[in-house]
Structure formats: structure tokens, C-alpha cells
């Protein structure tokens, strides 16, 4: 089961798990959440103290409101509704951060060679030295680029769970989200060999359709519309090289929280109590 599809079971069920007092909602979130919570805080902030304070942050701002969450909603999107706007209070952007991340390299219809998945796959160690390609990459993105990603990417929230979170139109986040995966594709394609591949098959217009067509697949969730009969060589290296950023980005958010980091956020809640 994904994130919170235990949540949505438990309430078709008619069993609502979270009808609970506060200090026991709260242990729960803590055990269920905390760990991608904090995981994602530490690529989010910039060191490990900073990462535990947002965490704090967000499960106090969750224990103080839970009397007024509905029980029959979903916890997973309240909860990350918080975290997001902790984060965006915690971090301003940067001085000189970039405003926008480039729409598309228009390269990738032209270059004689292109980074591509090896025929074997890869090995563990390859696949480790693209998942610190990426963890830097994620780090450079600009911030609200970097929340639509984490929350849509990693935390696996939907788009219009996203846009509720960050406060803004699903335009926006899809938006975000499409430069943000383009800058870490481009990221991890530098990583990969380089492979010769024959021209674009079709017109520019028609492979930008194309990777269009892709990203909302990915927005979704769902498999690509388009079978490879249609798509050409070069297309497919692409869409391949998407694939895995967003594969390597997801796994990113799957961690433990550290038991030190549980009992010193425990005590803080009942503290706040």
C-alpha cells in the first residue's frame, strides 16, 4: 500500500483509526509519517538540527490542531499540508536562487548522442552514484520547485493534494513539477553513457507532444498512453531516463526515523501538552 491508502482502507471499512484523543494521534503520525517526514527534511534543510526542528514543527502544529481535524479525512494530507507551510515559513528563497528552471532541452532533438540506460541495467553501484547525482540536484532546485516535487514525487500526494499543500493552482504545481523533473533528468542523463541514436523520428512539435503526453503520466500516476510502436528510439531513451530519475527520486523518502529523533520529539509534544 502506498502512503495513505491504509488511511482510505480503515474509512471504507467503516473503521476510522484516527478518531482518537490527541496524544494518541499523535504517537501514530509520528510512527507512520516520521520517518519520510524527516528523511525529507534533511534534503529540504541545510543540516541535520535544522531538519529535526522542521519535523518538531510539524508535530506540534499537528498535536495543537488536531481537535480540529475531521476524523474523516485524509491525515496524510493534513499533515503534509503543515509540513509544507513550515517549510515554506523556515525557508525563503535564496538570494540570486533562479526564478524559473529551463522548460526543456531543446538538445535532446539534435544531439548525435544522448545519455541512455545500459542494455544490462545497472549495478548497485552505478545506481548509488546516480542517487547522489540526484540528492545534490534536488538540493539546487529552486524551493517551490522543490516542494512540488517532494510532495508530489516522493511523499506520493496527488497533484490536487499538492496544490491544496503548497497553497496554489494545480497549473502552478504541474508547472514546477515538469521543470524541476527536466533539470534532474538532465542531471542524471550526464551520468549515463553516452549512446548514439538515430534522428528524431517525427517533427520537433510532435516529440515535445510526446513528452508532454509523458509528464502528465507521471502527474497521474498511470502508464504511458503511447505504445513503443509510435514512439521512436530517441523518445524512448528519454522517457526511459524520466522513468528512473522518478524511480531513484522516490526512493529517496524511504527511511526510518531515527529512534533518538522519535523520543526527543515525543518529549517535546508532551511537553507542549
Given amino acids: 500500500m502506498t502512503l495513505d491508502e491504509r488511511d482510505r482502507y480503515a474509512l471504507v471499512m467503516g473503521a476510522n483509526e484516527w478518531d482518537l484523543p490527541r496524544d494518541e494521534a499523535t504517537v501514530r503520525l509520528v510512527d507512520r509519517y ?106 539546487d532546485l529552486p524551493q517551490d520547485h522543490r516542494m512540488a516535487l517532494v510532495l508530489r514525487d516522493v511523499v506520493g500526494l496527488s497533484v490536487a493534494q499538492t496544490a491544496t499543500a503548497l497553497g496554489v493552482a494545480q497549473g502552478t504545481v504541474k508547472s514546477r513539477l515538469h521543470r524541476a523533473r527536466i533539470a534532474l533528468r538532465a542531471e542524471l542523463e550526464s551520468g549515463l553513457p553516452q549512446v548514439a541514436l538515430e534522428p528524431a523520428r517525427y517533427d520537433r512539435a510532435v516529440c515535445i507532444d510526446l513528452l508532454e503526453a509523458k509528464q502528465d503520466a507521471l502527474d497521474r500516476g498511470v502508464p504511458f498512453p503511447v505504445g513503443d510502436e509510435v514512439v521512436c528510439e530517441r523518445c524512448r531513451a528519454v522517457f526511459a531516463t524520466f522513468d528512473l530519475t522518478c524511480d531513484l527520486v522516490r526512493d529517496m523518502g524511504r527511511e526510518e526515523l531515527p529512534r533518538e529523533v522519535r523520543q526527543r520529539l515525543l518529549e517535546r509534544v508532551q511537553t507542549a501538552g
Fill in 34 to 139: 516520521g520517518g519520510l517526514l524527516h528523511a525529507l527534511a534533511r534534503k529540504l534543510c541545510r543540516g541535520p538540527e535544522e531538519a529535526e526542528d522542521l519535523v518538531q514543527e510539524v508535530f506540534l502544529n499537528a498535536y495543537r490542531g488536531w481537535d480540529g481535524f475531521e476524523g474523516r479525512s485524509d491525515p496524510a494530507s493534513w499533515l503534509w499540508t503543515i509540513a509544507a507551510r513550515a517549510c515554506q515559513r523556515m525557508h525563503r528563497p535564496r538570494s540570486g536562487e533562479p526564478k524559473l528552471l529551463e522548460t526543456l532541452d531543446e538538445s535532446l532533438f539534435t544531439r548525435d548522442e544522448l545519455g541512455a540506460l545500459p542494455e544490462s541495467g545497472l549495478d548497485a553501484a552505478e545506481r548509488s552514484e546516480l542517487v547522489e547525482r540526484l540528492r545534490a540536484a534536488v538540493a
